[in-house]
């Protein structure tokens, strides 16, 4: 699977957007691009996926930009609930294959 | 709709016995994922069952064995247990090959 690049850590303000970056410049055209996120000591939580479009669902936003290289993961108003470890995962969609996770990115939002 | 459930929540072992997780699935999944994940790192992937088999592993010693059951809930058997192998044991499961995962909220396996 390809590999993804992730700041370290991230800081936002309660209420605004949260946008967090991810490349991916060795995607292939048949991964797809996951985020997921991981409060502390919980289990990871599925937020979004795409291919080659931009996405939108009840948690978030996901812009990919149209060589796929890179994408976006927006939260439109953070909240102190937000603060987590965001991961950015490529991956081909099909039987057997695993989530490869990274580091991630650490978001905190303060008030 | 019920989530991914895991047992037990914390476990404590002591190196060279052996151990076994308890998974079950979200409604309707069919396939299910153990993942580890050592303190201050990113999940990695143990192995995936569908359909009552293996198919996909990660880089796990044969001593990482698992079952999936006909009512797709799974086990994570370790044996000879390490000290290394103490961590959060996760499971997700997913309704289609290759979909998103859902993830239950861990075993910590603690060993002495």
């Known amino acids: 699977d390809a590999k993804t690049t992730q700041p370290t850590s991230m800081d936002c303000a309660e209420g605004r957007a949260a946008n967090l970056p991810c490349n991916h410049s060795?995607?292939?055209?048949?991964?797809?691009v996951y985020w997921y996120r991981q409060i502390h000591s919980q289990g990871p939580q599925y937020i979004i996926h795409g291919l080659k479009n931009n996405e939108t669902n009840e948690m978030a936003s996901l812009i990919i930009t149209e060589d796929r290289k890179s994408s976006t993961l927006i939260l439109p108003h953070a909240t102190l609930r937000d603060t987590a470890v965001y991961y950015c995962?490529?991956?081909?969609?099909?039987?057997?294959?695993?989530?490869?996770f990274g580091k991630g990115t650490t978001l905190s939002v303060s008030s | 709709e019920t989530g991914v459930t895991q047992s037990p929540t914390h476990l404590i072992k002591t190196r060279g016995q052996q151990v076994t997780l308890r998974c079950s699935s979200q409604s309707g999944h069919n396939t299910v994922s153990w993942y580890q994940q050592a303190l201050g790192q990113g999940p990695q992937f143990i192995f995936q069952?569908?359909?009552?088999?293996?198919?996909g592993r990660g880089n796990f010693p044969p001593r990482f064995s698992g079952l999936q059951f006909p009512n797709y809930s799974s086990e994570l058997n370790v044996n000879a247990l390490e000290l290394d192998d103490s961590a959060l044991y996760l499971c997700?499961?997913?309704?289609?090959?290759?979909?998103?995962?859902?993830f239950g909220p861990g075993t910590r396996l603690t060993v002495t």
């Open positions: 997700a499961s997913s309704s289609v090959q290759g979909g998103e995962q859902y």
């Open positions: 995962i490529v991956r081909v969609g099909q039987a057997g294959t695993a989530l490869i």
């Open positions: 069952y569908y359909r009552e088999e293996e198919n």
């Open positions: 060795t995607i292939s055209g048949n991964e797809y």
